[in-house]
């Protein structure tokens, strides 16, 4: 029984072929946006760091985590700058090796100047996100966090932000490894009731108490999801493009949810000749909108430039909003298969009614508001008058699902495809153990599921997606 657990907890341990981080080189990089500014930071990791600390100040020693003000000299004894050192002695440290920060004055000269010094006394060049592969490497961070850091950097919203800084506090890797240990709580009695079917105070495959194990770990895979899709949603936000005849009030609308005259306006058809974007977040959903060219036939060359941007825009779109004209179209589904060839799903098509204001007073009761067309919504608004915009705002939510809970963490695609595998896993096992019995397969089953989910903290993570997973991370952290 002790040769099972070992073997089953064994599955949760790193496979590492890298190299040894203790085996590394001194790492530096300019960790502070380089141009003019009060203060720029210069960051080391490694064995080397102290010494190269030590040389450049003239220093004998330095106290972890106590600032020391200090002049920085270059190789024939000039002063380079002069700022503040401060000591992390590893393995306390964000790295987990020894860190050495030098704070000195911000200013690109003055920092590559710096920078070049730590060069010559024998540190190299850190790539993008080394600092924190070191944690990772180190068990200072595990990956959610790791990637949390740049998802908090690369915020475009509060509640972005905010969900970020959750993920990097651990509480998604520690719903993550809550499920982990469930579901090694289960292999040990799937593969105890395989290899000890005579002992009586093991459950067996047919007393239902494994069933219920599998379909409470399933439910809380579901709940995960879930929330890891809210977190998607807002790390990601969706791409949306505006689309529909000349002079329907795309640009018009572009201009109301970025809140400024972004895209030019006038009475002229065509008027938009190339795809303009624009990047905006209403109600913590970040929307990254295209107006597109008018689709129409035209004889001009550069206007069918245009209208080939925006059918190629189009069909990249995550949604797209049919603007059109009410009191010039009756038929917006007729329009919209005009426009793009066919009627695209319903989950990808918003139609948006526009110039509400100029409908007659009969039909006040539908200026605003949402319409259907079969299963399609319309949304009518006026731009002119800002009459349904924030309608079409909570239309547009509830289209791509985003209600994140106050509470949610940020995530990846990467983490949506770990948690769908591992329910299809999971279903796999329910299926193994309630229709054939197979032992065998359900714990085979059982053994995939945990894979992918360590996928998530990084338990199972092959060298080259971490290698594209930090390689996005900026030098210096």
Do not use: W
């Not at 941007?309 to 009191?327: H, M, P």
């Not at 006026?382 to 994140?404: M, Q, R």
């Not at 995530?411 to 096992?429: C, S, W, Y």
């Amino acid at each position: 029984m002790r040769v099972l657990v070992t073997a089953i907890l064994n599955d949760a341990a790193t496979d590492s072929t890298l190299e040894s981080v203790s085996s590394l080189p001194t790492i530096a990089a300019i960790a502070t946006p380089l141009g003019r500014g009060g203060v720029g930071i210069i960051r080391l990791s490694g064995t080397k760091a102290y010494a190269i600390a030590c040389s450049l100040t003239k220093k004998t020693e330095f106290t972890p985590r106590l600032a020391s003000f200090c002049r920085f000299y270059g190789a024939n004894g000039e002063v380079l700058d002069e700022g503040l050192v401060l000591y992390f002695k590893g393995p306390n440290s964000f790295t987990g090796e020894d860190v050495i920060e030098l704070q000195g004055h911000g200013g690109m000269i003055l920092q590559s100047q710096l920078l070049a010094r730590t060069f010559e006394l024998g540190a190299k060049q850190a790539g993008a996100g080394e600092f924190s592969y070191r944690a990772f490497e180190n068990d200072k961070l595990d990956l959610l966090q790791a990637e949390a850091i740049a998802d908090a950097i690369d915020a475009t919203s509060a509640a972005a932000a905010s969900s970020a800084i959750r993920s990097l506090t651990g509480e998604f890797s520690a719903q993550i490894n809550e499920l982990l240990e469930q579901l090694i709580h289960v292999r040990l009695h799937v593969e105890a009731a395989i290899d000890f079917p005579e002992e009586e105070d093991v459950d067996f495959l047919s007393d239902g108490v494994i069933e219920g194990k599998v379909q409470a770990v399933q439910a809380q895979i579901q709940q995960v999801l879930a929330t890891a899709e809210q977190g998607q949603l807002l790390r990601d936000g969706i791409h949306v493009v505006l689309a529909g005849r000349p002079n329907a009030g795309k640009s018009s609308l572009l201009n109301r949810l970025a809140g400024q005259e972004r895209a030019i306006v006038t009475d002229v058809a065509g008027t938009t000749r190339d795809t303009l974007q624009e990047t905006v977040v209403l109600k913590g959903l970040t929307l990254h909108l295209t107006d597109t060219a008018g689709l129409r036939d035209t004889t001009d060359t550069v206007e069918r430039i245009g209208i080939e941007r925006a059918r190629k825009a189009i069909e990249q779109a995550d949604l797209l909003l049919l603007v059109y004209d009410v009191t010039q179209d009756a038929d917006p589904l007729v329009l919209a298969q005009q426009l793009f060839g066919e009627l695209p799903a319903e989950k990808r098509l918003l139609i948006i009614g526009n110039k509400s204001d100029l409908l007659p007073t009969q039909t006040a009761s539908v200026q605003t508001g949402v319409v259907m067309h079969e299963a399609y919504q319309q949304v009518n608004v006026s731009c002119e008058t800002a009459a349904g915009i924030e309608t079409l705002i909570d239309t547009l939510c509830d289209k791509v699902g985003f209600h994140p809970p106050e509470n949610s963490m940020i995530a990846r695609t990467r983490h949506i495809d770990a948690l769908n595998r591992t329910a299809t896993h999971l279903a796999d096992a329910h299926e193994q153990l309630t229709v054939y019995a197979a032992g065998e397969l359900v714990a085979e089953s059982l053994r995939q599921a945990q894979l992918s989910l360590g996928e998530i903290t990084g338990q199972f993570s092959a060298d080259d997606l971490l290698g594209k997973i930090f390689g996005s991370f900026c030098i210096g952290k």
